[in-house]
């Protein structure tokens, strides 16, 4: 049962704070995100710009970036995703623990990019894993990726605890972990995986 | 700490690395560094066998960013690539554009005026002090030092980003040079924000120098670690500042006179060891080197226009031919080899990746040294993926 | 160590010598019609090796800096000519008896078509670290294949420049031309089942359609191939 805004600033003058436990439980994860050093190429660089003295993303609470995909929340996949190396993105997703979110950081990984017609160029990431946040631009600047960090942030805001929009790691049959692509003699073993692609908009 | 054993075997004409002979008992440690590594500069795999700590053999596993940029080309025209070669090497962008504008003009004969050659050197020298002042930031991070002498670099590369965004539109992917020059010409403000940026420059590397130069962290981790041979440097085709570390004299700038290099007076500084530090040290003068130059370019620019007038933009189709161009990038050699057969697009383009064939004697370098130092030595390379893997 | 201003050799003259000091080596040279005035050698991968040392260790040429090593694919070429032929004919002949029926010369133009074996081809570009000279042009040098399908090896020249070692693996992993003397001849890129040599001009790219918005021309005909499949 949520509280009027109103009485909820009136009574905070008086020193009361109302809240909800879903709202406290997403303030708290949402304001601590921990990315994952994950930089494949150029969008890398903007990453690092943007964790750099002038748009310090660590003021968003993504206070460290950590190398260990157990210790981190976000895998912000950034830059061209290769064939090569999709295996091991959806390896190291897997290895995330939940909660976890993926931001797809720049054209290449939302679906290829200016590389699309590429004999080793996965078309998108989100062929195999599920992606929260897709960022366009090539790269994007790191205004776009601070924007992205706070869609993300909202989107968490947003996650109830209970029914049926319930978050992954609360529901105890949701599939946290995706099936890892081969490398066949011509192309990767499955192209895609169909539980996850092509993306339902709900 | 240790070099190379004496009782290491090397074949004659230097056709395959070393032989370490293990010491000691035990199994060899089979460990893969890479793809996802924080320090290994991208998505790049190294499969050591260790020995204990000791490297005992080292091979590099490539083609994690393998976009095929070549074969993009075949169907893309000659101005279409301009974009990509941006996203080769993805630091230095304004340099790979003036490798390709070199290469095409070569093929054609296409003359360039001479502000439009003035605006490439000064565009060059810029990118060349951030590329070096980021390579020496990372390197220092992969120490151990957590960052901040990389902030530094990067307070400093963002004014130089700010410069090109004004100037090209974008911060990262210039897509700047054209075949006769470039895009669009610069103005009177940029010039004058060039010049403060270009003032403030000698002040950042002294205090770069200050906090790294004379550090007993730094000097003693990288002074005999990486040592590589001038004679092998050579055979290995090493160039940039890999090579010049090892003591030899190979400028391309002051080799193949491209552009207006000749009227600039700028020194080529040189290695004695061959180590990491004399790495760093050849990037921390040739950024002191490239600052002078910038500034003599400043004080010389002439007026005039940007691009040849009668350079053929539209229906672009080079006669029959190849061409092979080169220009001194920051990384080392970078140049473009086209074979057109009279089409829009070319029939072979090929890029000369710098940071690939420096990789060449990865191995030789870190053999007998520790896993620590392999970081070190991979750093001090100064490789991107764009360009390894094209 | 250092001398500067000695302008490289001509294209002619480095073929002279190649011919002088390694005897039986047979050098063409291959024009080069655009303005760089690059022209290349070709080289036959019988003496390879030896001409390679010797443009290495020759005190005048001193080409110790292998920069480039490039894989060209040329595909099949089919020539159409016009030859003139001269064939037996049977024609109507007026004879004594009446007509005749005899075999009579006549010059028939016929069009032929022959298949031009298509190659692989490996160029090299050299400097000389050594001499350095003024407006240096590389020397260009290239050897082909005898066919695109079964016999595709070439001498490595590893063994004389290492900086052919990771370019010469890259040529076999996209090409497939197998350089006999290489001493770790695996993949460079792609990784170890791949089963194409995807730069070929003849390669076909596996079908993983993506959807696209304003599709057109290639893409356009894919959309529909893909449609009129499901």
């Not at chain 1, 290895?95 to 990984?109: D, F, L, S």
């Amino acid at each position: 049962m949520a509280v009027e805004q109103e009485l909820k600033i009136e009574l905070g003058k008086q020193g009361v704070f109302v809240t909800t436990i879903e709202e406290l439980y997403n303030w708290g994860r949402r304001n601590s995100v921990w990315p994952m050093q994950f930089g494949l190429a150029c969008c890398a660089i903007e990453m690092i710009a943007t964790t750099m003295a002038r748009y310090d993303l660590a003021r968003f609470g993504a206070e460290v970036f950590r190398p260990s995909p157990r210790q981190a929340d976000l895998m912000i996949i950034s830059g061209t995703v290769t064939k090569k190396m999709a295996p091991q993105v959806v390896r190291l997703y897997n290895q995330m623990a939940e909660p976890k979110y993926v931001i797809a950081m720049g054209a290449c990984a939302i679906s290829g990019g200016p590389f699309k017609q590429g004999y080793n160029v996965l078309k998108g990431i989100d062929r195999y894993i599920p992606v929260d946040v897709h960022i366009p631009g090539c790269p994007p600047r790191p205004e776009a990726l601070l924007q992205a960090f706070i869609t993300l942030q909202k989107k968490i805001d947003e996650q109830s605890l209970t029914g049926e929009n319930r978050p992954r790691h609360l529901d105890a049959e949701a599939q946290g972990e995706f099936p890892v692509p081969e490398q066949g003699e011509h192309d990767l073993v499955p192209p895609s995986n169909p539980g996850v692609w092509p993306v339902q908009i709900k | 700490m240790s070099l190379v054993d004496e009782k290491t075997e090397r074949v004659p004409g230097w056709n395959r690395p070393p032989v370490i002979a293990p010491d000691g008992e035990g199994e060899l440690l089979e460990v893969s560094m890479g793809p996802h590594h924080p320090s290994t500069h991208g998505v790049f795999r190294m499969d050591l066998s260790l020995d204990g700590e000791r490297v005992v053999k080292l091979k590099p596993v490539f083609g994690y960013l393998h976009r095929n940029h070549e074969q993009i080309a075949e169907t893309a025209s000659y101005l279409g690539m301009m974009p990509y070669t941006d996203r080769l090497d993805y630091i230095c962008s304004l340099t790979n554009n003036w490798a390709y504008a070199l290469a095409v003009e070569k093929l054609v004969g296409q003359a360039v005026p001479e502000r439009a050659e003035y605006i490439r050197v000064i565009t060059a020298e810029l990118t060349r002090v951030q590329n070096h002042a980021s390579a020496i930031g990372f390197l220092i991070q992969e120490m151990g030092a957590s960052g901040t002498p990389l902030m530094y670099a990067f307070k400093e590369r963002e004014k130089i980003l700010d410069l090109f965004e004004s100037l090209t539109g974008s911060r990262m992917m210039c897509n700047y040079m054209r075949f006769g020059g470039c895009r669009v010409d610069v103005s009177a403000a940029w010039l004058d924000a060039t010049r403060k940026v270009v003032a403030g420059l000698p002040q950042f590397v002294d205090e770069f120098e200050a906090l790294l130069t004379g550090n007993e962290i730094l000097m003693a981790r990288t002074q005999g670690v990486g040592v590589l041979r001038p004679d092998l440097a050579v055979n290995a085709g090493v160039t940039g500042p890999m090579l010049r570390g090892s003591g030899v004299n190979y400028d391309i700038r002051k080799v193949d006179h491209y552009g207006i290099y000749d009227r600039f007076k700028f020194r080529v500084p040189l290695g004695d060891h061959g180590d990491v530090y004399d790495r760093y040290m050849v990037r921390i003068l040739e950024m002191r080197e490239s600052i002078g130059i910038l500034e003599q370019a400043l004080k010389e620019l002439p007026g005039g226009p940007v691009m040849d007038a009668k350079a053929k933009i539209r229906g672009f189709r080079p006669k029959p031919g190849e061409a092979y161009g080169r220009i001194e990038a920051p990384k080392g050699e970078l140049g473009f080899y086209l074979i057109s057969t009279g089409g829009a697009e070319p029939y072979r383009y090929r890029v000369r990746p710098p940071s690939l064939i420096n990789l060449t004697v990865l191995e030789d370098m870190c053999l007998g040294h520790n896993v620590a130092d392999v970081v070190l030595i991979f750093g001090s390379v100064d490789i991107v993926l764009g360009e390894v893997d094209r | 160590m250092e001398e500067h201003g000695v302008a490289l050799k001509t294209v002619e003259e480095i073929k002279a010598a190649i011919e002088a000091a390694v005897p039986g080596a047979r050098v063409t040279m291959v024009p080069n019609a655009s303005p760089s005035g690059q022209h290349s050698l070709l080289l036959e991968p019988a003496h390879a090796l030896a001409v390679a040392k010797f443009l290495r260790d020759d005190a005048e040429l001193a080409l110790d800096f292998l920069s480039n090593v490039t894989g060209v694919d040329w595909l099949d070429k089919e020539i159409t000519e016009k030859v003139k032929v001269t064939k037996q004919v049977p024609k109507e002949v007026d004879g004594p008896d009446g007509k005749q029926v005899q075999m009579v010369d006549e010059t028939v133009e016929e069009q032929r078509k022959h298949v031009e074996p298509g190659y692989l081809e490996a160029v090299y570009h050299f400097f000389s670290m050594k001499k350095k000279s003024a407006a240096a042009e590389p020397v260009v040098l290239r050897m082909r294949t005898k066919n695109r399908t079964d016999q595709v090896e070439l001498p490595s020249f590893t063994p004389i420049w290492r900086s052919a070692d990771f370019q010469e693996r890259e040529i076999f992993d996209l090409y497939g031309i197998v350089f006999t003397g290489h001493p770790d001849l695996r993949r460079l890129l792609m990784w170890e089942g791949f089963k194409d040599h995807p730069m070929r001009k003849d390669y076909v790219e596996p079908d993983d359609f993506e959807y696209e918005p304003t599709a057109h021309d290639k893409v356009l005909q894919r959309a529909t191939e893909h449609k009129s499949r499901e």
